[in-house]
C-alpha cells in the first residue's frame, strides 16, 4: 500500500491566493484527519471526517478554511484567501476505526 | 494548562544511554499513542496503548490509567533515535490532543 499521499508537498503562495491541499487516505480506512503542524503550536486537529461526513471542525480556524471529502479516496483543505500566518506544515491522516493513525508526508505551506 | 503535558522539551543523551520521556494528561482517554517525527518530518505511529506495556524492539511503552501518566523508554540509545517523540491522547470521538513533544538528540 503506498500509504497516505498528500499533494503538493510544498506550496508557496502570495497572501490572498487560494490554496488547495489533497488528501488521498489509505484504502478501505474510513476516517480521515485533517492536522496543521506550527512552531508555536504544535499539532493541531483542524477537523475530521468519518465515512466521508464531517464529524468534529472545531479545530478549523476562520470561516477562510474549508474541507471537504467528496469520496472514500479524496479530500481536500482549501484557504481563500490565505494569509501569512497560514504558514505550516499541514498532515492528512487515515485510520480503518478508532486506533493507529497513519500520517502522511505533510504539506509544507509558505505564504509570503 | 495545557491537556497532555510532555517532559522534558529537550534532552541530549550519549550514546547507550537510557532515556525516558513522560507524558500526563488531565482528560478522560480511551487510548495514548507516542510518535515520532524526523528532521524529515513525517510522522510515525510508535505505540498505541490503554493499559500496561508495550515493547518493540528498543522502545517500551507504559502507561497508569489511573495516575493519568505514560512513559516511553528507549534502551541503548542510538543517533538514529534522534527524533521529536510526541504523545497524543484519543479522547472519545476518535479525536488526538498533542503534547508539544520532546526533541531527543543522541549524540555518539
Known amino acids: 500500500d503506498a500509504g497516505v499521499?498528500?499533494?503538493?508537498?510544498?506550496?508557496?503562495?502570495?497572501?490572498?491566493?487560494?490554496?488547495?491541499?489533497?488528501c488521498k487516505p489509505i484504502s478501505g480506512h474510513n476516517s480521515l484527519f485533517w492536522y496543521r503542524q506550527t512552531m508555536m503550536r504544535g499539532l493541531e486537529l483542524l477537523i475530521y471526517f468519518n465515512n466521508n461526513v464531517p464529524i468534529d471542525d472545531s479545530g478549523m480556524p476562520e470561516d477562510r478554511f474549508s474541507a471537504k471529502m467528496p469520496n472514500a479516496s479524496f479530500s481536500t483543505l482549501k484557504i481563500q484567501p490565505s494569509?501569512?500566518?497560514?504558514?505550516?506544515?499541514y498532515f492528512c491522516a487515515s485510520t480503518p476505526?478508532?486506533?493507529?493513525?497513519?500520517?502522511?508526508?505533510?504539506?509544507?505551506?509558505?505564504?509570503t | 494548562k495545557n491537556e497532555v503535558e510532555q517532559s522534558p522539551q529537550n534532552l541530549t543523551a550519549q550514546e547507550g544511554e537510557f532515556i525516558t520521556i513522560n507524558?500526563?494528561?488531565?482528560?478522560?482517554?480511551?487510548?495514548?499513542?507516542w510518535l515520532q517525527q524526523h528532521p524529515g518530518g513525517g510522522i510515525v505511529s510508535l505505540f498505541m496503548l490503554s493499559s500496561?506495556?508495550?515493547?518493540h524492539g528498543r522502545l517500551i511503552a507504559t502507561i497508569n490509567i489511573q495516575e493519568k501518566h505514560s512513559s516511553l523508554h528507549i534502551t541503548a540509545s542510538h543517533p538514529r533515535d534522534s527524533a521529536v517523540y510526541i504523545c497524543a491522547v484519543l479522547s472519545?470521538?476518535?479525536?488526538?490532543?498533542?503534547?508539544?513533544?520532546?526533541?531527543?538528540?543522541?549524540?555518539?
Open chain 2, 23 to 33: 507524558c500526563s494528561y488531565s482528560v478522560g482517554i480511551s487510548a495514548l499513542h
Open chain 2, 52 to 55: 500496561g506495556k508495550k515493547k
Open chain 2, 92 to 108: 472519545y470521538g476518535n479525536k488526538l490532543v498533542f503534547g508539544a513533544g520532546t526533541i531527543l538528540r543522541v549524540k555518539s
Open chain 1, 83 to 89: 494569509e501569512p500566518r497560514d504558514s505550516a506544515v
Open chain 1, 97 to 111: 476505526g478508532p486506533g493507529e493513525q497513519y500520517f502522511g508526508p505533510g504539506t509544507r505551506l509558505t505564504v
Open chain 1, 5 to 22: 499521499i498528500q499533494s503538493p508537498r510544498h506550496e508557496v503562495t502570495e497572501m490572498g491566493q487560494e490554496v488547495t491541499l489533497r
